[in-house]
Each structure stands twice: as C-alpha cells, then as structure tokens.
C-alpha cells in the first residue's frame, strides 16, 4: 500500500506564493518520477511540473519561470514553490508518483485559489 499526502493548498491573492508539498509513504522501495497536475473546473488534468530521480526537472510553459518543483529523496517528498500567482492557477492540485518497479500513485487533491 502506497500513499501520497499533500499539504499547502488555500486561497491567495494574484501576485502571492503558496507552497505545495507530497509526502511518499507505505511499502516503498524506490520512489522514481514525481510530478504535480492540476485540474481546473470543466478542464483536463494538466502536468504542471516534473522532476526525475536524478532532479531533472521540466515545466509546463504556462508555469516556466514562475513555479519551482524540488524532491527531498530522504523524506520522500516532492514540494511546489509557486510565485507571481495568478487567477488562472486556480485549480485542484494533484500530486502523482511513480513508485517501486513502475506504479503510478495520485495524491487526493489540494485546492488552490487565486482571487483578489
């Protein structure tokens, strides 16, 4: 059994940061990619960041510049720097992991709110 717990959601005003964070936990032997989606009303889930076992990291164009994704491998954990927030962040951000010998797991979501 794997679970991911994520924490740092609320409601911010446009232009302030928030900090998402995902902790790994349960039958783990090896914690391999990690990302954070995000899904906005009546939209898909989108990738918003990504990083690699080995700290490679990509971004969407969107977030480039603005959202930062970092990995503790001690912990487990994957965090979310987001600054410069803007309205259209607002969504349910999800974190997902690719965990032991390839299995994908999925946070249960964190709401984020941009709104003045």
């Known amino acids: 059994q794997v679970q991911l717990v994520e924490s740092g959601g609320g409601l911010v005003q446009p232009g302030g940061s928030l900090r998402l964070s995902c902790t790994v936990s349960?039958?783990?032997?090896?914690?391999?990619?990690m990302a954070w989606y995000r899904q906005a009303p009546g939209k898909q889930r989108e990738l918003v960041a990504h990083?690699?076992?080995?700290?490679?990291?990509n971004y969407a164009a969107s977030v480039k510049g603005r959202f930062t994704i970092s990995r503790d491998n001690a912990e487990n954990r994957v965090s979310l720097q987001m600054n410069s927030l803007k309205p259209e962040d607002t969504a349910v951000y999800y974190c997902?992991?690719?965990?032991?010998?390839?299995?994908?797991?999925w946070g249960q979501g964190t709401q984020v709110t941009v709104s003045s």
């Open positions: 990083v690699t076992s080995g700290g490679s990291t």
């Open positions: 997902n992991a690719n965990v032991n010998l390839g299995s994908y797991y």
């Open positions: 349960g039958t783990i032997s090896r914690v391999n990619a």
